[in-house]
């Protein structure tokens, strides 16, 4: 027999019917009814807890419908006696003790489930992780309340490979409309009404929603660091994501929407373009980045210092690799800068991060590299020791980050790129980023000691 665990964070008990009502449940039993009680207890008084981890539930749980009088049961409840509704809610029930629980909400509210629905949920768990669901489950599932469709595409997510079909089954609709809407503002049309995403897309991979309503925010309020940060990391997290759990249509308006942001910000270019062609199913083979020999060949008697060096495109950025004999590769980018630059770069950025990675015979290490504007050209370098092993291979690692950003960054990965720096200009950039930063952030005092 399959135990079954709680799909949502909270259960809550409540009192086991004297008898088995009449309905049935997905798996052929008499579904649990019960009367909702008046004080509600969350996770047994632990409101923190995750019950899908509580050790009770480690054993002996089966999935049921429970039947449920309630004054303010859902969308799928029906009248009952004395102005109440009674519904089907999704629950539990031990098979030894009888004990029943409820899932809950957010809000610490029940979760109406149809019939259907329960049957479909329950085979997915009996297969669990592995089983894969019927056009005809999809279909059902898709009727279901968002809520019940998240949690378990969550649960999916977390302990199987569920196909990306399945995720469609959410409402993205939604994505699809703020799209169009934050695409049409950019053309420069109107904002339209506010339309709330909330945590329902989590399930489908990097949260990319967050960053649509953040962009949202930041065009209906006119902030250009917003906008730049927002336009940042919907493109760094639409990198990560499986395109095949998105819907074809919502897929062609994201598209649409990352080519509007790279063109209002071309330092998203690489990055944008990656996207763009993953949503739309296009092959964009980028030119590779060079894999180099570490171990130069001896030049002869000659004493001076021999360097190889490649160049290839991360738009906007020419980058360069070399290598030279004194132990050391250096990885540069350089771009020219357009009219106009200069206020994204001081409004925007603050000051500029652009991430690579050198991959070596050990592995990989990221470093930041500070990118400084001078004259008409915006660029950065930073010398580093040659890794163990008889070659390095270096590549832009994401879009490029600004002060806004900072918070967020590895420690470790911070003084690694400071301590490489010979440069006295990149570690006076480094410290206006430390001013910028709260008296009491943990990095303002990493970059302190790097920068001496």
Not at 217 to 230: K, P, Q, S
Not at 293 to 299: E, K, M, Y
Not at 375 to 388: K, Y
Request: glycine residues 10%; charged residues 25%.
């Amino acid at each position: 027999m399959t135990d079954h665990r709680p799909l949502s964070v909270w259960t809550a008990t409540v009192p086991s019917p004297p008898s088995p009502s009449s309905a049935v449940s997905a798996t052929g039993t008499p579904s649990a009814a019960a009367a909702w009680p008046p004080g509600l207890v969350v996770n047994d008084g632990d409101e923190r807890a995750d019950a899908r981890r509580l050790p009770r539930f480690a054993h002996g749980w089966r999935r049921h419908g429970v039947l449920l009088e309630h004054g303010e049961q859902g969308e799928h409840g029906e009248q009952g006696e004395q102005g109440g509704r009674r519904g089907q809610v999704l629950g539990l029930v031990n098979e030894l003790t009888g004990e029943t629980v409820v899932e809950l909400d957010e809000l610490a509210r029940p979760l109406p489930v149809t019939d259907a629905g329960l049957r479909v949920i329950t085979r997915l768990e009996e297969g669990w992780p592995d089983a894969t669901p019927s056009t005809a489950d999809t279909k059902v599932l898709a009727r279901e309340q968002i809520e019940v469709r998240r949690l378990l595409l969550a649960r999916l997510a977390a302990e199987g490979r569920p196909p990306g079909k399945l995720f469609h089954i959410l409402p993205w609709d939604r994505v699809t409309r703020l799209a169009d809407d934050l695409d049409a503002v950019l053309d420069g049309g109107a904002p339209g009404p506010v339309i709330r995403l909330r945590h329902w897309f989590r399930p489908a991979g990097p949260r990319f929603t967050a960053s649509l309503e953040q962009l949202d925010e930041g065009m209906r309020d006119n902030d250009r660091g917003l906008i730049r940060v927002a336009a940042t990391s919907l493109c760094a997290r639409l990198a990560e994501l499986d395109a095949a759990r998105l819907p074809a249509n919502t897929r062609a308006s994201l598209a649409s929407l990352v080519d509007a942001l790279a063109r209002e910000n071309r330092f998203l270019g690489h990055t944008a373009a990656q996207v763009t062609g993953k949503l739309r199913g296009e092959d964009r083979p980028a030119q590779a980045a060079p894999r180099m020999d570490t171990v130069l060949l001896d030049a002869g008697a000659s004493d001076a210092i021999r360097r190889e060096s490649q160049e290839f495109e991360r738009a906007p950025f020419t980058v360069r690799v070399a290598v030279a004999s004194t132990g050391h590769v250096t990885v540069s980018a350089r771009t020219l800068l357009r009219p106009g630059e200069d206020r994204l770069l001081a409004e925007g950025y603050g000051v500029m991060l652009l991430p690579v990675r050198i991959l070596h015979a050990q592995g990989s290490t990221r470093y930041w590299v500070v990118m400084e504007p001078s004259e008409a050209f915006l660029g950065g370098s930073l010398p580093l020791p040659i890794p163990a092993g008889d070659f390095v291979e270096t590549d832009v690692d994401g879009p490029p980050v600004g002060v806004m950003e900072v918070e967020s960054l590895s420690a470790e990965e911070v003084e690694r790129s400071i301590g490489a720096i010979e440069t006295g200009s990149y570690l006076d950039l480094w410290e206006r980023i430390a001013d910028a930063l709260p008296p009491s952030h943990l990095l303002r005092d990493v970059i302190g000691r790097a920068v001496q």
